[in-house]
């Protein structure tokens, strides 16, 4: 991993990403977080001060170890207990069936193998266990996804592996059964990077 996504990109993600109206949003998806819970793509740690008090226990994950650097001073300053673990999705080492609820944000439009990671979420999740997520994706309008195909080549390089136009909820309903979905454009976004998936899915 080079200097731009160990070194660069953490830092330029946890000043893009820790504004306000990204805060709302972690708030608003995680309040029904609870038990043994599992965040993939845990980056600088930007969710942790959302976690209800349900939560008995988190284990995070994130390839990068130059997020997991930053994400420090949020772990030590935190109530949890948090096991940290530098490690990609798409092979998990928890044994099946092994958390209440799994946790990504703004996540699964950077894992390489997607789909592969996404079968992993569903295998170590408990069977009544819930996938919470917030993610950007395909908008439905043809002439923004004209844009997102066109672009994300462009965007994997410069947001470190980011694609602007993966199709969310038909990713997740391959995998899970979608409880809930709320999909729109957020707020001061560019369409192109803006169109959101948030919601909560079970096996
Ligand atoms: C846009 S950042 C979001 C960070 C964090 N989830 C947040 O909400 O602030 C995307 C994150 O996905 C991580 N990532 C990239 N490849 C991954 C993989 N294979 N498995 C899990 N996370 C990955 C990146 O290192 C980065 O921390």
Redesign the pocket.
């Given at each position: 991993m080079g200097f731009y996504s160990r070194i660069l990109?953490?830092r330029l993600?946890?000043l893009l990403?820790s504004g306000e109206s990204?805060s709302d949003y972690?708030q608003t998806l995680l309040a029904d977080v609870k038990g043994e819970v599992l965040?993939?793509?845990?980056?600088?740690?930007?969710?942790l001060r959302h976690y209800p008090e349900a939560v008995q226990r988190l284990t995070v994950?994130?390839?990068?170890p130059g997020?997991n650097a930053i994400a420090q001073k949020r772990i030590h300053a935190s109530h949890l207990t948090i096991d940290t673990q530098i490690?990609?999705?798409?092979a998990l080492p928890m044994a099946d069936n092994t958390f209440d609820s799994v946790v990504?944000?703004?996540?699964l439009?950077?894992?390489?193998?997607i789909e592969q990671?996404l079968e992993e979420i569903h295998r170590v999740l408990k069977p009544d266990g819930r996938f919470f997520f917030?993610e950007h994706g395909r908008s439905p309008d043809p002439s923004v996804q004209i844009w997102q195909d066109r672009l994300t080549p462009i965007q994997k390089v410069i947001?470190?592996?980011?694609h602007l136009n993966r199709p969310m909820q038909a990713l997740v309903e391959r995998y899970f059964k979608v409880l809930t979905l709320d999909c729109f454009y957020a707020d001061g976004f560019p369409r192109i990077a803006g169109y959101m998936y948030q919601g909560a899915a079970t096996k």
């Open positions: 990109m953490p993600l946890d990403m990204f972690r965040e993939i793509g845990f980056g600088t740690g930007l969710n994950i994130d390839p990068n997020m490690l990609g999705s798409e990504s944000t703004w996540t439009c950077s894992i390489p193998k990671a917030m947001a470190d592996g980011c």
